[in-house]
């Protein structure tokens, strides 16, 4: 009862937004406009999602959005060398995997807290991405990778696609298996599942690791949409990421936080900010009304807790 | 005129009635013990009384006036103070600086002041003198030990002036010698003039402390009077509103083969000094000690926690190397924690995730969870234990302190130990709830697991265990056949014994 009134309240906010919205504006509710809020909010989606188990390890992960730059690099010059789409894509998941294994290891074996070692990690890996491309963005790739963040499948955007697959495999991970089972115990208390026999270090990492495997994929999206692998890319979307997790319920003392609550916090961003533009909201007021509902969502997520206990 | 009244106060937090019919009447002078069961009311009694929650209906008079109290600041200008049973105090500042709290002396005048350091330390020192507490006022709070904490906290409770003085089971995690000098303390502040109200599980304490007391049952003062007026059976009686003939009493096993030899461990870290035991199958090995006298840290050593300097280990008679407590799990260990909600339990997970949580090989098909077998598992086992849950899927957070240790002790039954560490396991449960606990360890051991149980509790000591060891400063210091006495058992605990 408890946990569906969790997922009830932010999905109720996004069907208002969205109702809002469909009145507000006559271009919002057209195939286009929405194909393309899906496309902008996919590569949050895709880091959010990864974020969520991060968060519920009672973790963080501040250097995803510099994994994103850094793998898209990486997988743009593989495709300038000549490589295959898919060849690219895995290398861009592959540079993101062995990114956040390094945060889950140094996490793990240093024994200091997640937020400092991806504090490190985050100036870290942009730096490498600068160092090998010398600052300069990669254009010379094929344009059959447009696709990917461009084209479409049975009429509804590709990245859509990916991230409902996505999605459903880090839900069955998190409700259905071990690992996912592990992530919320170690959220929960920590010396009780290490009391329980749990092998925590090795589940801690695995779970950095899926946070980049996805922070990659997003990665790979950000530089087929732009067409460029920017070694810039990505910067500050960590904290987009972070926000769609807390909006959708998820708990910074770990322990809490889902799936479904993530996507539907990553498109209530999604669609203020795509109704701002529709209605002509400047860019400014934007970031003032999107910092508002993160502290009033996670305002209500804590009444609705104490009311609870 | 009585120095507090509580007439028919009622509380209700969202569906459930925590305070149906709460009266109270406390005099200066006097200690007042506040009994019942734990859920029975006492502490949300007390937190209105301190001002922490609003009550919804009836009348509390303060002298004789009418009040309404918002906040426990408004409690404490009054002259109402709280010392807690959770410990309520920023273990990163010095004991001096958790006494004066919120209300740091200051050097120079009005609000611009710097905080009087020197000042404050001298006058902390005072009042811990003034009780022989064992502490200085420059120890940081998070090195002290339960008992010591508590001290912290009677010392800032003290030093409010306050009139009425609420302890919350002071002593639950106190060794004798400490509890004596809480003992002294209570006694010397209703000396002062003080009115004491003392909540307590301690059913021996009773006549030692109180004067008269009070009983709640599910939110209803169901007793009131002097304590010289009544029998602890009818107190008892009162509490769980049943007759209970013989709450601890086990029939006695012959000990099987031995599960667990322990021969002359040490570890430097936790002071343990070549300590040898041994837990058969069957029996239940009682070990007593001061606080501090290492066995909690024996408990660590042995499941894997602390990383032992000498010794060895043997499980089923074959020598064990246990590194970690994923370790000790696998060679059939199980440890229920003194403190089940800081390394036994995770509260905001389900009952269900937590009974399977030492297991989950038990539950996994091909690497996927077997939530409804997960779920068929939990219910059996709660049926079993008699676990007050309304479904699987209940937050362990939400449970009463007896159902939180069933849910811990389901946990390693599903886990199939065979070996328990048992640490202070009725430690702030109520009577109800203990007697169902031994029973569980009772028939733990008729199924043939080994068990030792570490206890502060005397008298549950020599009920349950069929021998009791004891330690003293890191070392057994000596072992006692069922039957024996409380002096022989706090000889050996307090004396070194002779060559």
């Not at chain 2, 710097?114 to 120890?139: C, N, S």
């Not at chain 2, 003080?194 to 007793?223: C, F, K, P, Q, W």
């Not at chain 2, 070549?274 to 840290?297: D, K, V, W």
């Amino acid at each position: 009862m408890n946990r569906r009134l969790q997922k009830f309240l932010p999905f109720l906010s996004l069907i208002i937004l969205f109702v809002a919205l469909s009145i507000a504006s006559p271009y919002f509710l057209t195939a286009n406009n929405l194909a393309s809020v899906a496309r902008q909010t996919a590569v949050f989606n895709t880091m959010a999602l990864g974020m969520t188990i991060v968060i519920i390890t009672g973790g963080i992960d501040l250097s995803v959005g510099s994994i994103l730059g850094l793998a898209g690099l990486g997988g743009a010059m593989a495709l300038e060398a000549g490589d295959p789409v898919v060849v690219g894509v895995l290398i861009g998941i592959a540079i993101g995997t062995a990114c956040g294994l390094l945060n889950g290891f140094l996490i793990t074996r240093l024994r200091i807290p997640p937020f400092v070692v991806t504090l490190g990690a985050l100036g870290i890996y942009r730096g490498v991405a600068l160092i090998i491309s010398n600052g300069l963005p990669v254009h010379k790739i094929p344009s059959g990778f447009s696709f990917i963040g461009e084209g479409n499948l049975l009429g509804v955007p590709f990245v859509l696609w990916m991230l409902v697959i996505c999605a459903v495999a880090v839900h069955v991970i998190l409700e259905h298996t071990r690992l996912g089972r592990y992530a919320f115990a170690i959220g929960s208390n920590r010396v009780a599942s290490v009391y329980a026999g749990i092998p925590v270090n090795f589940h801690i990492t695995a779970v950095y690791a899926i946070g980049g495997a996805l922070s990659g994929l997003a990665g790979m999206i950000e530089a087929s949409r732009l067409m460029t692998g920017q070694p810039t890319a990505g910067q500050g979307y960590e904290l987009q990421a972070i926000a769609a997790v807390v909006i959708g319920g998820g708990s910074l003392n770990g322990g809490e936080g889902s799936v479904v609550g993530t996507l539907i916090g990553a498109f209530i961003m999604g669609l203020l900010s795509n109704g701002a533009d529709l209605l002509n909201i400047s860019n400014y007021w934007q970031q003032v009304i999107i910092g508002s509902v993160i502290i009033l969502a996670v305002t209500l997520d804590e009444v609705r807790k104490r009311r609870a206990v | 005129m009585p120095l507090l009244e509580l007439q028919n106060i009622q509380k209700r937090f969202g569906g459930v009635t925590a305070l149906r019919n709460g009266n109270l009447t406390v005099s200066a002078g006097e200690v007042h013990l506040l009994l019942g069961e734990n859920g029975a009311g006492k502490s949300t009694l007390m937190k209105i009384v301190a001002g922490i929650v609003e009550r919804d209906s009836g009348r509390m008079l303060w002298n004789g006036q009418e009040v309404f109290l918002r906040t426990p600041s408004e409690a404490a200008a009054m002259g109402i103070a709280m010392v807690n049973q959770e410990s309520l105090l920023a273990p990163h500042l010095s004991v001096a600086e958790n006494i004066f709290l919120g209300r740091e002396k200051r050097t120079g005048a009005g609000r611009f002041g710097m905080v009087d350091r020197k000042g404050a330390l001298e006058l902390a020192r005072h009042t811990i003198a003034q009780y022989g507490f064992p502490l200085e006022p420059e120890w940081p709070v998070s090195r002290l030990s339960p008992a010591g904490r508590q001290m912290v906290e009677i010392c800032r409770a003290i030093h409010h002036g306050s009139s009425l003085l609420i302890f919350d089971e002071p002593t639950s995690s106190l060794s004798d010698t400490e509890t004596d000098q809480v003992f002294r303390i209570v006694r010397d502040l209703k000396a002062r003039g003080m009115g004491i109200i003392y909540i307590t599980h301690r059913m021996n304490e009773l006549r030692v402390i109180g004067d008269s007391a009070t009983v709640l049952r599910d939110g209803e003062t169901v007793h009131s009077g002097r304590l010289a007026e009544i029998g602890t059976d009818r107190l008892i009686q009162h509490m769980v509103g049943r007759e209970v003939a013989q709450i601890y009493e086990r029939e006695h096993l012959e000990p099987g083969e031995p599960l667990l030899e322990v021969r002359n461990l040490s570890v430097e870290s936790t002071k343990l000094k070549n300590i040898s035991l041994t837990l058969r199958r069957g029996e239940i090995t009682g070990m007593a000690g001061l606080i501090g006298a290492g066995r909690t840290e024996l408990c660590r050593a042995i499941f894997g926690i602390d990383a032992p300097q000498s010794g060895e280990i043997l499980v089923g008679g074959k020598p064990a190397r246990i590194r970690s407590p994923r370790a000790a799990v696998q060679a059939g260990i199980a440890l229920v924690t003194e403190d089940r909600q800081v390394s036994g339990l995770a509260l905001r997970l389900p009952i269900g995730s937590n009974v399977t949580l030492a297991n989950m090989e038990r539950i996994s098909r091909l690497g996927f969870l077997d939530l409804k077998y997960e779920a068929r598992a939990a219910s059996e086992l709660g049926r079993k234990m008699s676990l007050k849950a309304s479904s699987p899927a209940q937050l362990a957070g939400t449970l009463s302190g007896g159902n939180q240790q069933k849910v811990v002790i389901a946990k390693w039954l599903f886990r199939q130990s065979n070996i328990f560490l048992f640490d202070e396991p009725t430690r702030g449960i109520d009577i109800g709830a203990k007697a169902e606990v031994f029973e569980l360890m009772g028939e733990l051991a008729r199924n043939g697991a080994a068990i030792l149980m570490v206890s502060s509790e005397l008298t549950e000591l020599q009920h349950v265990a069929d021998r009791i060891v004891v330690m003293r400063q890191g070392r057994i210091s000596g072992e006692l056949p069922r039957g024996c006495s409380q002096e022989q058992i706090m000889k050996l605990a307090v004396m070194e014994v002779a060559a």
